[in-house]
């Protein structure tokens, strides 16, 4: 019995490890490549092809911080959200998912 609590103790932990520690007030100098698309209301990209762009202001930090993280790792398609992703550090993302979750 202990060695089954030791374990999901241990898989809880790693995978809470997974995600570092944001903060929203450093992320204010990075949403300048967010709100273009995620700022505006019913906002609709026309590349690579015409679809609504997704609310990111309240979805979960950890939401956020693992699709930037697919992102980079290319693991999401999408074109210009890889390049974006691809230019972010794990702080970077870190605190861009503290800004839009805590909103």
Same mark, same amino acid.
């Given at each position: 019995?202990?060695?089954?609590?030791?374990?999901?103790?241990?898989?809880?932990? !790693?995978?809470?490890? !997974?995600?570092? &520690?944001?903060?929203?007030?450093?992320? #204010?100098?990075?949403?300048?490549?967010?709100?273009?698309?995620?700022?505006?209301?019913?906002?609709?990209?026309?590349?690579?092809?015409?679809?609504?762009?997704?609310?990111?202001?309240? &979805?979960?930090?950890?939401?956020?911080?693992?699709?930037? &993280? !697919?992102? #980079?790792?290319?693991?999401?398609?999408?074109?210009?959200?890889?390049?974006?992703?691809?230019?972010?550090?794990?702080?970077?993302?870190?605190?861009?998912?503290?800004?839009?979750?805590?909103?």
């Amino acid at each position: 019995m202990f060695n089954k609590l030791l374990a999901a103790s241990l898989v809880a932990a !790693a995978s809470t490890a !997974a995600f570092a &520690q944001g903060d929203a007030e450093a992320a #204010k100098t990075k949403i300048a490549m967010c709100v273009g698309c995620h700022g505006i209301p019913g906002y609709k990209a026309s590349f690579p092809s015409v679809y609504s762009v997704p609310k990111i202001v309240g &979805q979960s930090p950890k939401y956020i911080e693992s699709a930037l &993280q !697919a992102y #980079k790792k290319g693991d999401r398609s999408h074109p210009s959200m890889r390049a974006i992703a691809g230019s972010l550090s794990e702080k970077d993302m870190a605190d861009l998912a503290a800004y839009y979750g805590a909103k």
